[in-house]
């Protein structure tokens, strides 16, 4: 799952701004942010109330790609929107079902609050290949009987913080054996701190290969929402709000052709990713036996609590997941990282991990109802 890369845009040709946590974090939690308060409102049907908490789930490009047909009095299909998928940087699908897999981790997770037990069935209609089709994801089944996971009360706070992190700052010590005991398969996680020279320069490699891909980086930038009004309109994506980007988008200054390569926009988004992925000293991943459907939706199940574990301990994570993908343009990364990680099987995801520098904004979202298919 690749970072929803915040891009950065030219001011008057050459001075630049980035989304600072307090622009958003100061406003009332309302409007592309509703989701985020209205979470824990009490909905008549629990499918719809866990759903609430479900839309606030990881997901590559915060593309949201989920929907739900509820089906009868106590179960739901889950699909893919397909024109919500990365056909650039995710050409085989396999990030978006990660994403569906942190969508129904968290949807599992809000049903037991309310003492239900959600029975999940992975792709009960098979496992669509090379791409996802109109088939259902998976089946899910509200029984009596969940039982609360402490990880819920870490939901609200969870963010992927794209922000250097704090080198002066080690691990705590058994940090990887506690977030292993929060995923649903332990053995899968990997961690690496310290001496991280040769993963900080694969992942930087893999980041500046992807900024100057045509199709890639496109992807990234028509996915953009500049200013507001924009992001109300369409809370998914990569946004670009508040006043600064407001008053920039008013005078002109605020544009898509500013992030494109050769622009002082992208000049200046590979200098700020650059030194914010510098300022990593510990990453983590997750690996899978093989690379089915199936388990691609379990790696997200644990991405999910991966990143719950990693937030109750007061750690930041964000993705870094570029040389995992296979577009032509990242064979070479995608070939060296799980040797780099001496992994065995298929690395799933990777993450930057640490102390953050300063609070990470809530990203906008689809309310659930908005995300609900008609019977």
Known sequence: MSPTRRCFLAASGATLMTLQAGMVRSQPLVGPLAPW???GATAADPRVAAMAWAVLAPNPHNRQPWALRLVGENK???FCDLDRRLPATDPFDRQIVIGLGCFLE???MAAAERGLHAALTPFPEGEPAPR??????ARITLRPGGAKDPLFAAVPQ???????YDVARPLPEGTQARLATALL????????????????????????????????????????????????ARPDGISLWGPQFDAMLARGEL?????????PGHAFAMRQYEAMLGA??????LTTPGNSRAEQLAAGRDWLRLNLAATAAGLAMQPVSQALQEFPEMAEPHAEMPRLLNATGTVQMLGRVGFATRPAPPTPRWPAESRILPG
């Open 132 to 137: 996802l089709d109109a088939r259902p994801v």
């Open 255 to 263: 544009s898509h052709a500013a992030m494109r390569p050769g622009q």
């Open 280 to 285: 990593t000293n510990a990453y983590v991943w």
């Open 76 to 78: 739901a299909l889950l």
């Open 158 to 164: 969870r963010r992927s913080a794209k922000q250097p």
């Open 37 to 39: 308060a209205v979470a």
């Open 106 to 108: 968290l949807f599992r």
């Open 185 to 232: 398969e332990p053995s899968r996680l990997g961690l690496a701190d310290g001496d991280v020279a040769a993963l900080r320069d694969l992942t930087w490699r893999a980041w500046v290969i992807e900024a100057n891909s045509p199709e890639a980086w496109g992807e990234s930038v028509e996915l953009s929402r500049l200013g507001s009004a924009a992001v109300a």
